[in-house]
T-cell receptor, first 113, second 116 residues
Framework: DQQVKQNSPSLSVQEGRISILNCDYT??????FLWYKKYPAEGPTFLIS?????DKNEDGRFTVFLNKSAKHLSLHIVPSQPGDSAVYFC????????????FGQGTRLTINP | DTAVSQTPKYLVTQMGNDKSIKCEQN?????MYWYKQDSKKFLKIMFS???????INETVPNRFSPKSPDKAHLNLHINSLELGDSAVYFC???????????????FGQGTRLTVV
């Protein structure tokens, strides 16, 4: 049973436009959500996170939105740049204090010049 | 200077063999992890160690045995390798869990294991 789902395996966006990556979860006990970015042959790199007590967190071009009632979060990247082309993983913390992350299967984002 | 490093990066081996993957972090973190990325691309936690003590052990076959000689190292030893063990294995580290506070995990570059 996959508790974190990224239903879009891939997304293609024009450079300069907004990229929106979506993530759904089923476990209402998740209390912290993160986005990781991964380039080929590298490990995931932390991008941005949000606590379940907030509905928005912004860091430069990256904004994460959390809709707890819908069990949905999204990552907005604006403006999109070619260097943003990567696989993006949504993750959720399963147990407070345990640092156990449950990951989605990733969305491959391609930014076209 | 690499923060979390794994060796080897690629490993091809025959079924039934025993192999080890090494991981070292120079971030001064107390907590280290092994994650597995399977063929469907899901990243799933296998083990977590805090200051050399096992704190998370997911449903992993006992052919997989993590070993932490000190808090900067967490090695993964796999006995009697099977075809289904083929995957990318990621080591990670973080500051220890602190109740409500979360600290992000830093990942190594991964080890692609292929069992033939």
């Amino acid at each position: 049973d996959q508790q974190v789902k990224q239903n879009s395996p891939s997304l293609s966006v024009q450079e300069g436009r907004i990229s929106i990556l979506n993530c759904d979860y089923t476990n209402s006990m998740f209390d912290y959500f993160l986005w990781y970015k991964k380039y080929p042959a590298e490990g995931p790199t932390f991008l941005i996170s949000i606590s379940s007590i907030k509905d928005k967190n912004e860091d430069g071009r990256f904004t994460v939105f959390l809709n707890k009632s819908a069990k949905h979060l999204s990552l907005h990247i604006v403006p999109s740049q070619p260097g943003d082309s990567a696989v993006y993983f949504c993750a959720a913390r399963a147990i407070q204090g345990a640092q156990k992350l449950v990951f989605g299967q990733g969305t491959r984002l391609t930014i076209n010049p | 200077d690499t923060a979390v490093s794994q060796t080897p990066k690629y490993l091809v081996t025959q079924m039934g063999n025993d192999k080890s993957i090494k991981c070292e972090q120079n971030l001064g973190h107390d907590t280290m992890y092994w994650y597995k990325q399977d063929s469907k691309k899901f990243l799933k936690i296998m083990f977590s160690y805090n200051n050399k003590e096992l704190i998370i052990n997911e449903t992993v076959p006992n052919r997989f045995s993590p070993k932490s000689p000190d808090k900067a190292h967490l090695n993964l030893h796999i006995n009697s390798l099977e075809l289904g063990d083929s995957a990318v294995y990621f080591c990670a580290s973080s500051r220890p869990p602190g109740g409500a506070a979360y600290t992000e995990a830093f990942f190594g570059q991964g080890t692609r294991l292929t069992v033939v």
